[in-house]
């Protein structure tokens, strides 16, 4: 079985944590490799030449390459921006696939803009579409007040109509996604994501004894600095806490990794607010900003951590929450999507309102009186490494491929080629 992976606005072996470089670059890279461990799986992943020093082709192993196509410039363009460019990586693609003649099964693409490069392949090659949205423009616009382009909303509607298949990550999204849009049970799938529990073992004695010798409560956050992550309500929880509890407050650190290389900060506009707001309520010997860390470093900041604070205002699953829990680390989630069911209330942690301060404040209290009433690392990690594989994730998503491609009368909802948006 060959297939033709789609990244096209983030390449998968790219430093994680930065903007716009997060849990979706984890999904493909984990994905892919479980995949290409199949002995009849071959997966080229298709992205955006983002470094002119790097080889068209890279080999990662027998069974897996990534193909770095012109599509834009060369270098990081924010993705807001990348629409425009989708017609010059389609072509480059396409020029690829028939000099290469290299024939897939079926062609899996992610995130909207990889949607619509992916409609134009299966048109083209006769191929199914397997499609991920891993976030939705119009939840995101809902939880924020209108950010994403209109295109977003419109081709993330029209996927729903083309692709063969849609794969969600939650049973929460794909309910939405069946209102919304109003499709059969059918065409979507739900497959959970994994964790790497080689990478995020069990937490060792490294964090607690340091922070029970001090004193001190350890909090983590750890993903993407944007407005729909949330962080900014650690932050004005935090300062509730100084007011109403002083005592408490000397003992609490916040951790923050991701954001990408600190000398990025200065780009992002949401890293920037959030120093503003540290700098204004004297938070600044409470509040440490670490910068992206690869996975291997970030394990030992979820095993020194106290807790994971997750306050996503809207999240498809949440992978943080799983890679600490395989840690043995308890989570603080909002209250929302995948994220709820995957923490135990009360057992391998607590939640909160989204967008809520005083809520996120509570949170934290209670869990500071409770935390010896949890249930201890292992069985935490147990709980959800019983639940949450990359190898699970992979034998679920070869099945919806086999049965994609064994069914000649796949139930595709064609559009005439006008309604895809490319094409306005
Ligand atoms: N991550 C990382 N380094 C960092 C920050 C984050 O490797 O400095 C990874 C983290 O381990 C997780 C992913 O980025 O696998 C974030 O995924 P999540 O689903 O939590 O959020 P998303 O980015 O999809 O919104």
Not at 55 to 64: A, G, P, Q
Not at 74 to 95: M, S
Request: with cysteine; proline share 4%; charged share 25%.
């Amino acid at each position: 079985m060959r297939i033709c992976l789609l990244s096209f606005h983030c390449c998968p072996y790219s430093l994680i944590g930065g903007d716009g470089v997060g849990g979706m670059n984890v999904y493909i890279k984990e994905l892919s490799s479980a995949l290409a461990q199949f002995p009849d799986v071959e997966v080229d992943i298709f992205t955006r030449r983002q470094r002119s020093d790097i080889d068209t082709v890279k080999t990662i192993s027998s069974s897996l390459r990534v193909i770095h196509l012109e599509g834009g410039p060369v270098g990081p363009v924010d993705r807001r921006d990348l629409y425009e460019f989708l017609p010059e990586f389609i072509e480059n693609l396409e020029e690829f696939l028939v000099e290469s003649q290299t024939k897939y099964d079926v062609v899996y693409s992610h995130y909207w803009l990889s949607g619509l490069v992916g409609e134009w392949i299966k048109y083209r090659f006769g191929l199914p579409l397997i499609h991920t949205y891993h976030t939705l423009g119009f939840l995101k616009n809902r939880a924020l007040e209108k950010e994403e382009h209109d295109y977003r909303i419109e081709a993330e509607r029209h996927l729903a109509q083309v692709s063969d298949q849609i794969i969600s990550s939650s049973l929460e999204e794909k309910s939405i996604l069946r209102g919304e849009y109003n499709l059969p049970a059918v065409k979507t799938k739900v497959i959970y994501p994994g964790v790497n529990q080689e990478i995020f073992r069990l937490r060792g004695r490294e964090g607690e004894t340091e922070n029970a010798e001090k004193n001190n409560l350890s909090l983590l956050y750890v993903g993407r600095i944007e407005p729909v992550k949330g962080l900014m309500s650690i932050i004005q929880a935090l300062d509730l806490i100084k007011h109403d509890d002083p005592g408490l407050f000397s003992r609490l650190h916040l951790k923050i990794v991701g954001g990408g290389k600190k000398r990025e900060f200065v780009q992002n506009r949401e890293i920037g607010r959030i120093q503003e707001t540290i700098e204004d309520k004297n938070l600044k010997d409470q509040v440490f900003f670490l910068g992206s860390k690869k996975q291997k470093e970030l394990r030992q900041h979820y095993a020194a951590a106290d807790a994971l604070v997750v306050p996503s205002l809207y999240e498809s699953f949440g992978l943080v929450v799983v890679e600490a829990m395989a840690c043995g680390t308890p989570v603080l989630v909002s209250k929302i999507g995948k994220m709820k069911s995957i923490v135990r209330e009360g057992h391998s942690g607590f939640s909160f309102r989204p967008n809520d301060p005083a809520s996120l404040a509570a949170c934290i209290r209670y869990f500071i009186s409770h935390q010896k009433s949890l249930w201890p690392g292992e069985k935490i990690r147990e709980d959800v490494t019983g639940r949450f594989s990359w190898e699970r994730t992979a034998d679920e998503t070869y099945e919806v491929f086999r049965s994609q491609i064994d069914n000649p009368l796949r139930p595709t909802t064609t559009l005439p080629r006008g309604g895809n948006p490319l094409q306005a």
